[in-house]
Each structure stands twice: as structure tokens, then as C-alpha cells.
């Protein structure tokens, strides 16, 4: 298949959304750009396009697939939410949407179960991109993981994406850099368990929403192992959450110290730093190939937005191996280090 290449600027954004509706209206799959990064679109009610989502990123069938919705209004379609769940659905809706927040709620009848993997929940999100927020007033609510092969780095660039899925989708959107560069934080909401309680929010995958902006509205806590003997797809609150995902294809190695880092001889190495000239990783070896996250000033925000770059950059570098230094967990830090860890090698 021949992958058409649709460039959004700003005089012609609607124009390049309105040819991505249709082609995804016909049942093909489109790469979209959005806050958090690049996503695979297929319509919500096609089951043979939603087929092709998990094709073409060889995506097992047990990981299910968000929903992303142009309009709140299209949120009943998608979720049952009963009246006690609904004041705190309002209140995260409020707050949080359009933006990188999903939310897992008790599905409707309708919802594919090659969406949800069989479960009798549904992950749903209203992006703030405008480009991704058109496609879905157009094409209706579209499943949308995403837009790299199953367990490869997350796609931050449309040329990422031509990387990734060139020749097995019928389009990408180019529209730039994702200003977030890390996927959306998923929640489980539950209501308060009594009067004066708050409601409880399982924190299915940390992302570009920060725990400390959710605690003022419910209480955080970690999804539950199922039982032993007991693992079914209803029983799993977490699926598809898996330890490796987002790897590059050379080994990553994530350090506490640059004491544990025993170079060879002969052998090319990168090092993957948030603070750079002030770190002490950077300053003991002599490395083939150095990323800053956030030069001079180290921030971890600035860092996130650049993490997949780096790491697509890192491997395409011709090193040996990668070796990351570890990063604070304050923020947007607890994302950046969830996915540090899963695309290393040693944690
Ligand atoms: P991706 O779109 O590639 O970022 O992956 C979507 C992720 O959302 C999956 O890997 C799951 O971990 C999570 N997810 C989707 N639907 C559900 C659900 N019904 N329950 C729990 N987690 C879900
Ligand atoms: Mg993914």
C-alpha cells in the first residue's frame, strides 16, 4: 500500500482534516497528530478498519484501544456512567478535557469488543489538538492507539510515523511536533465509598497529567492484581500495560549511578541526560553520542516533550548501547520514568 504524505498548515488544516475524515469514513486507517503523540485513527464502527489498527502496528489483541470523541456531547454514546459515577466524571470532564486525560468507564452495549479486548469497560478522551478534534467531528469517535509498531518507540513527528508504519496505512497527517510528547494519563474513577469521602482514581498509566493536578479530585491509587487463579480479561484493570514497550531496538540502560556503567572496550555508547553539562553522568565518559533533555535548565516538562525524539535520535545513532540517567518523579516525571524503565533493558 502506497502511503500518502497530507502536510497541515495553517491555511490548510481543515482542508487536510476533512480528506483524512473521508478516507477514514471509507474504512482505511489515518495516522493523526495530537497533544500527546501521534495517533492511529479508525472509526469506532468499522470493524474491519479497526482490524487494520491492530495490523498494521502487530498489535496483540488483548491491548485495547482508546476512544477519542470531538465533542462531550458524543461521550454518552461511547460510556454508561451511572448517577454515581457521573458528578465525578463532570468535575474530570471539566477540568481536564480536551486534553490528555482518559478516563475508563463502563462501556455501552455497542463498543466493539475489538476496542475494549473484551472488557466490560471503555477508555475514552476528548484531544485538544485541533487537527485530531476536526477528524473526529467529521469522522465520528475514532479508536486510536498509538501510531507505532507494538512495543517500539511512541511517534512525536510525522517522519517518526513514515518510520514506523510506511507502506502498511493509507495516510499520515503531518501536523508538526506533539506539544506534550507523551501519551495521556489513564484513570479508572470510582465513587467516594461514603459522604464526605473522595472518589477514588485508579491510576491505570501515569502520562502527561500529573498526579498532583488529580489529587484535588479524588483519591490515587494503584489498579489491584487479580486473585491468583483468577486472571480473566474482566479481572485485569491494567492490561496491555506491559514491563517492555516504548524500546528502541538497541539496549537501553537505565542507571541509578554512572558507577554502575562498566564501558568495553572498542564499543560505542550514548547517554540520554535531562541535565546535561551539570550531571555527573555526562562529564565521566567520553560518549559517541549525548542527548539533553532540557539543556541548562533541566526541566522535566521540557523533557517529556523531548523523550521520544531522543530516544528515535539515540537509536538511529549506530551506538552500542544507551545508557539513561535517572530522572526526579515530581510531575511529568513519573511518566517520563515509567517509560524510561520499560524501554530499558535492566528495570
Ligand atoms: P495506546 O493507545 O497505545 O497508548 O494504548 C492504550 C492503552 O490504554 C492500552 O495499552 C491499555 O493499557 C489502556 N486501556 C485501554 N482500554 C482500557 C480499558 N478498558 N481498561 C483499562 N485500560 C485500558
Ligand atoms: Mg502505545
Known amino acids: 500500500m ?13 482542508d487536510v482534516a476533512k480528506q483524512a475524515a473521508e478516507i477514514i469514513s471509507n474504512g482505511e486507517v489515518v495516522a493523526l497528530p495530537t497533544e500527546t503523540v501521534y495517533g492511529l485513527a479508525a472509526s469506532i464502527h468499522n470493524e474491519e478498519a479497526l482490524k487494520k489498527v491492530f495490523t498494521a502496528k502487530e498489535r496483540p489483541s488483548y491491548d485495547p484501544l482508546i476512544v477519542h470523541i470531538g465533542t462531550v456531547s458524543d461521550l454518552d454514546e461511547i460510556a454508561e456512567i451511572s448517577e454515581e459515577l457521573r458528578p465525578i466524571v463532570d468535575q474530570l470532564i471539566e477540568k481536564f478535557w480536551p486534553g490528555a486525560l482518559t478516563l475508563v468507564l463502563p462501556k455501552k452495549e455497542s463498543i466493539s469488543d475489538l476496542i475494549t479486548s473484551g472488557l ?8 485538544s489538538h485541533e487537527i485530531m478534534q476536526e477528524v473526529c467531528k467529521l469522522a465520528g469517535p475514532l479508536a486510536a492507539p498509538s501510531a507505532n509498531r507494538f512495543g517500539r518507540i511512541s511517534p512525536t513527528s510525522a517522519s517518526a510515523v513514515e518510520k514506523e508504519l510506511d507502506g502498511r496505512i493509507a495516510l499520515i497527517v503531518d501536523g508538526g511536533a506533539c ?58 484493570e491494567a492490561p496491555g500495560l506491559l514491563d517492555s514497550h516504548y524500546a528502541p531496538i538497541t539496549p537501553l540502560f537505565l ?24 550531571g555527573d553522568f555526562f562529564k565521566a565518559y567520553q560518549w559517541d553520542k549525548e542527548i539533553t533533555l532540557s539543556p541548562g535548565s533541566g526541566k522535566i516538562s521540557e523533557g517529556a516533550v523531548r523523550f ?11 551506538l552500542d548501547a544507551i545508557i539513561a540517567e535517572p530522572m526526579h518523579t515530581a510531575n511529568v516525571g513519573e511518566a517520563l520514568m515509567d517509560r524510561l524503565k520499560k524501554a530499558s533493558v535492566n528495570r
Open 2 to 14: 502506497k502511503t500518502e504524505l497530507l502536510t497541515a498548515d495553517l491555511f490548510e488544516w481543515k
Open 120 to 127: 466490560d469497560t471503555v477508555a475514552v478522551r476528548m484531544p
Open 179 to 236: 506539544r506534550e510528547g507523551l501519551e495521556s494519563t489513564i484513570i479508572k474513577p470510582s465513587p467516594a465509598p461514603s459522604e464526605g469521602k473522595k472518589a477514588i482514581f485508579t491510576l491505570l498509566r501515569p502520562g502527561a497529567v500529573p498526579r498532583e493536578q488529580l489529587r484535588e479530585f479524588g483519591k490515587i491509587e494503584k489498579p489491584k492484581p487479580p486473585k491468583k487463579g483468577e486472571e480473566t480479561p474482566q479481572t485485569v
Open 255 to 278: 542507571y541509578d549511578s554512572i558507577d554502575e556503567f562498566k564501558p568495553e572496550e572498542g564499543k560505542k555508547y550514548g547517554l540520554l541526560s535531562l541535565k546535561g553539562e551539570n
Open 308 to 318: 521520544f525524539w531522543a530516544l528515535r535520535q539515540l537509536d538511529e545513532a549506530g
